[in-house]
């Protein structure tokens, strides 16, 4: 018998699915708050192996947004405010040239660009951007805003230039969700415009917004406390499986359809 929580959620997922995901929100949520970087790409890795792709960039959007804003709240005494100025400009650039083309990009190629995204940022370097000032961060919105309304996940572009700021790492995880927040909400804006509908997703985004708020929460708390070396090769381990998986899902749909 359906009960009032399975009629909340996607009937393009199983419950046991859409269960999983509010409580992989959590999890990633928590890990942003208390490192500053991960979370994203770790929550759109999973969410595209059993996600429809054409719903996968949205509704992530939508929930990183609310996870975003937990995370800025929480940390707001140290957001600097000019750096957000300037991230913003860019982003609503950004957004405007990558949204026409986003929402038409077949599925498997979408499957494959998240793939090596995701190889790249656990395997490979940021650029270094020595000396960097704050107005790089417009080029920083509008190249990561531009790319995660392909991939959706892409803290490692801001964080990139953030990190030449001299910030603490307080302020470091703070601006880094404040930026984020502002690269989801130009991208909820345009896929909005474009005419997505978030509407059979809603009851799932607000059950995962709400676990990853808890999350940021208990993340918040081991900030500065954990140690980075203990989770990152695992973590590196995990998002290569899930990347691979994404890479055979994409290589049936290109090569066996």
């Known amino acids: 018998m359906e009960t009032f929580f399975d009629t909340l959620l996607p009937h393009q997922l199983s419950p046991a699915i859409s269960l999983l995901l ?16 991960g979370g994203g790409i770790a929550l759109i890795a999973i ?4 996600m429809p ?15 975003n804003v937990s995370r800025a709240l929480v940390l707001i005494r140290y957001i600097d405010w000019s750096i957000i100025g300037w991230f913003a400009a860019g982003a609503v650039c950004g957004a405007a040239l990558g949204g026409s083309v986003a929402v038409t990009l077949p ?10 995204f995701v190889l790249w940022t656990v395997w490979g370097k940021p650029p270094k951007l020595e000396r960097a000032k704050k107005p790089a961060m417009a080029a920083a919105g509008l190249v990561a805003t531009l790319f995660s309304m392909f991939f959706g996940a892409t803290g490692p572009i801001g964080a990139s230039v953030l990190s030449t700021l001299g910030l603490t790492r307080h302020q470091f995880v703070a601006n880094q969700g404040a930026t984020a927040l502002l ?8 896929f909005g415009l474009l005419g997505f509908a978030f509407a059979p997703w809603l009851g799932l985004i607000v ?49 066996f359809s």
Do not use: D, W
């Not at 792709?53 to 996870?67: T, Y």
């Open 22 to 37: 509010i409580a992989i929100s959590f999890v990633t949520s928590a890990l942003t708050a208390a490192i500053g970087l």
């Open 107 to 116: 599925a498997p190629y979408l499957r494959l660009g998240i793939a090596c």
């Open 207 to 255: 059950f995962m917004i709400i676990s990853g708020f808890f999350g940021t929460l208990f993340g918040s708390r081991l900030l500065g406390r954990m140690q980075e070396a203990t989770f990152k090769k695992g973590f590196k381990v995990i998002m290569t499986l899930l990347a691979l998986n994404l890479l055979r899902q994409a290589g049936e749909g290109l090569f």
């Open 183 to 190: 690269m989801h909400l130009m991208k909820i804006i345009a």
């Open 47 to 50: 969410m595209a192996n059993v």
């Open 53 to 67: 792709v054409a719903a996968l960039v949205p509704v992530h959007g939508v929930i990183q947004f609310g996870s």
